[in-house]
């Protein structure tokens, strides 16, 4: 009997994700708060993302009926420039990066990209768009340092940067009880639009 066979399931969102340059200012921020408050659960640098539409759990077979439609949703748009500013907290626990820059396009993308999902047959709880970048989560009863952790770094303000691709990602959250981690399972390039609305 083999129990290592593919979950059935597979955690999915559609994302957009900051450039390295972008991730290391931030980062370069954070740096202090990294030694003060280690026991937070802190998300790998790599794996920071801006959640579009978040889809739960999807049956494996479920996920290839989304690529042809974002495919063709990410040609045909203009990259937004966005850029990493200040902090907050959701729930007193989660830790968070807040988005500046292009935000009538980024609410105009997860619209769309949310369009493009419901018309590829997949349900999914359509929850309002709060741009932002999940840093970290503090464990449970501690309700004070994520919220010393975004003072700390309130005023920060990152470089502009344009977001280039589209992302399709998979995580492993609930699968165990180590780190979350997630991977794509496509990329696409986002395209030059219709060159209206400039």
Same mark, same amino acid.
């Not at 990209?113 to 932002?132: I, M, N, Q, W, Y």
């Given at each position: 009997?083999?129990?290592?066979?593919?979950?059935?399931?597979?955690?999915?969102?559609?994302?957009?994700?900051?450039?390295?340059?972008?991730?290391?200012?931030?980062?370069?921020?954070?740096?202090?708060?990294?030694?003060?408050?280690?026991?937070?659960?802190?998300?790998?640098?790599?794996?920071?993302?801006?959640?579009?539409?978040?889809?739960?759990?999807?049956?494996?077979?479920?996920?290839?009926?989304?690529?042809?439609?974002?495919?063709?949703?990410?040609?045909?748009?203009?990259?937004?420039?966005? &850029?990493? /500013?200040?902090? *907050?907290?959701?729930?007193? @626990?989660?830790?968070?990066?807040?988005?500046? %820059? !292009?935000? =009538?396009?980024?609410?105009?993308?997860?619209?769309?990209?949310?369009?493009?999902?419901?018309?590829?047959?997949?349900?999914?709880?359509?929850?309002?768009?709060?741009?932002?970048?999940?840093?970290?989560?503090?464990?449970?009863?501690?309700?004070?340092?994520?919220?010393?952790?975004?003072?700390?770094?309130?005023?920060?303000?990152?470089?502009?940067?344009?977001?280039?691709?589209?992302?399709?990602?998979?995580?492993? &959250?609930? /699968?165990?009880? *180590?780190?979350?981690?997630? @991977?794509?399972?496509?990329?696409?390039?986002? %395209? !030059?639009? =219709?060159?209206?609305?400039?």
């Amino acid at each position: 009997m083999n129990e290592q066979t593919q979950p059935a399931t597979v955690r999915v969102f559609i994302a957009l994700a900051p450039p390295d340059h972008a991730k290391e200012e931030l980062a370069r921020e954070l740096r202090p708060a990294y030694d003060t408050h280690p026991h937070m659960r802190w998300n790998r640098v790599e794996d920071w993302h801006i959640t579009l539409a978040f889809l739960g759990e999807l049956p494996v077979e479920t996920v290839p009926l989304l690529r042809r439609p974002l495919a063709l949703l990410a040609a045909d748009r203009r990259p937004p420039r966005l &850029a990493l /500013r200040g902090s *907050g907290t959701f729930d007193d @626990r989660v830790l968070w990066s807040g988005i500046a %820059g !292009g935000l =009538d396009e980024l609410q105009m993308l997860a619209a769309e990209v949310r369009t493009a999902v419901k018309g590829s047959g997949v349900a999914f709880e359509d929850r309002p768009l709060r741009p932002h970048l999940t840093l970290a989560r503090a464990r449970r009863g501690d309700h004070t340092s994520a919220a010393e952790i975004a003072e700390g770094f309130a005023g920060f303000t990152g470089s502009p940067w344009t977001a280039e691709r589209l992302h399709l990602v998979g995580s492993n &959250a609930g /699968r165990s009880r *180590g780190p979350i981690h997630y @991977r794509d399972i496509e990329a696409w390039a986002l %395209g !030059g639009g =219709d060159g209206s609305g400039s």
